[in-house]
């Protein structure tokens, strides 16, 4: 079987490493080539470790506003790979990806992650995208949240597949312990206890929450930092509100990182402050980390972190409640360290490439074997 996905890598991130981790993990027999766009130049580090690890990939040859070559450009590459299975992930390539295969013979199927409407650019595009789904021979959703969402759209339930993210844990067996020492750098004095958010920084991600809840902490006189990883067009309005809370010495903004295993690895605990979520894959890296975690109960979240157990959920836009769950990890090492256990054990029991891959190599054979459609979630 040949599998071809198409995708828009603005660089190397979660839903990269779940393409790259779903094509190094299926048996030989199914074989995966994997197109990029060629509109983002930073594509260049995920075809990287595409290359690196062995699996055919390419850039299309034309990019925006050339939508017709576009389109033209993947049709080329899905008669030249003869594919069986067509596999889009985002709006762009549903869109231009459906319009390709369309009279080719091949099924197509969506991976849908999650919606942001971070912009009214994007929720067009997002609008956009709910309508197409319904064209999709199969969509899988990376929750049963987003499947949810996905049905509300107007797919047929009998198109929908969950298949959850999964993460390599092995990645945490041996991380480099100096990112404990990086994170406490980011600091004018070394806090006792670091808590870190991880995201693109965004209205969705809610941060400002995460702002609020640190100012919180910090009335209650803990010696805890929050580092804020990653980069994002919220950035000058966060740093802002950081300013006017007088939170300089205890929030920092580490920007957009390559190394944050490690950073994950040296973290006391992880905050999660979004409005919107599939299912977070910094959430997997926590767990498999060791890491405990207070989160948004929003989209798949709950599917990761069981409340009370591997870590807490709190309602998204309520700082208080969120700070309020963060002083209690503050404050026990003992919880600290059991959800951090449990969370780890979850991971490794429900959320593996092994796990994944057995359920996508089913979902492939049906799509060959019995036709466009297949048998909906439970």
């Known amino acids: 079987m040949k599998v071809v996905h198409l995708t828009d890598s603005p660089f190397f991130g979660g839903p990269e490493r779940q393409i790259l981790g779903l094509a190094l993990k299926l048996p030989p027999t199914i074989r995966t080539t994997i197109l990029c766009f060629r509109d983002h130049s930073s594509s260049a580090p995920f075809l ?66 999650g919606w942001t409407g971070h912009t009214r650019k994007v929720r067009l595009y997002e609008a956009l995208d709910r309508r197409w789904l319904r064209l999709m021979d199969g969509v899988v959703c990376v929750s049963a949240g987003q499947a949810a969402r996905v049905r509300r759209g107007g797919v047929r339930p009998e198109r929908i597949r969950v298949i959850r993210n999964a993460i390599d844990a092995a990645r945490f067996d041996d991380v480099d312990r100096r990112g404990r020492t990086e994170l406490e750098s980011l600091f004018p004095s070394v806090p006792k206890m670091i ?17 609020k809840a640190a100012a919180l902490v910090a009335e209650k006189g803990h010696s805890v930092g929050f580092a804020l990883i990653g980069d994002g067009p919220d950035r000058a309005r966060l740093e802002t509100l ?49 890491v405990p975690v207070v989160a948004t109960d929003v989209g798949g979240t709950r ?76």
Request: contains cysteine.
């Open 48 to 113: 990287k470790q595409l290359e690196m690890a062995g699996v055919t990939a390419r850039m299309l040859g034309h990019a925006n506003p050339r939508f017709l070559q576009m389109i033209a450009d993947v049709r080329a590459e899905l008669r030249a790979e003869h594919a069986d299975l067509f596999i889009c992930h985002g709006y762009k390539a549903n869109v231009l990806g459906w319009l390709a295969a369309r009279g080719l013979g091949i099924r197509v199927l969506s991976v849908s992650r």
């Open 195 to 211: 808590v870190i958010g991880v995201g693109r920084l965004s209205p969705e991600k809610g941060f400002d929450q995460l702002v």
């Open 242 to 290: 950081v300013r006017s809370l007088g939170l300089q010495s205890r929030v920092a903004f580490a920007g957009f990182r390559t190394d944050i295993d490690r950073l994950i690895a040296g973290a006391d605990i992880l905050a999660q402050s979004s409005y919107t979520e599939g299912l977070p894959n910094v959430l997997l890296e926590a767990g498999a980390a060791s």
């Open 303 to 378: 599917e990761i972190v069981r409340d009370g157990k591997t870590g807490y959920l709190v309602a998204s836009g309520d700082p208080a409640a969120l700070a309020a769950r963060l002083i209690e990890l503050i404050e026990s090492s003992t919880r600290r360290e059991d959800m951090g256990a449990r969370a780890r054990r979850l991971v490794l029991l429900e959320f593996s490439f092994v796990h994944q891959t057995a359920q996508y190599e089913a979902l492939l054979q049906e799509m060959t074997r019995q036709g466009r459609t297949f048998p909906s979630v439970h």
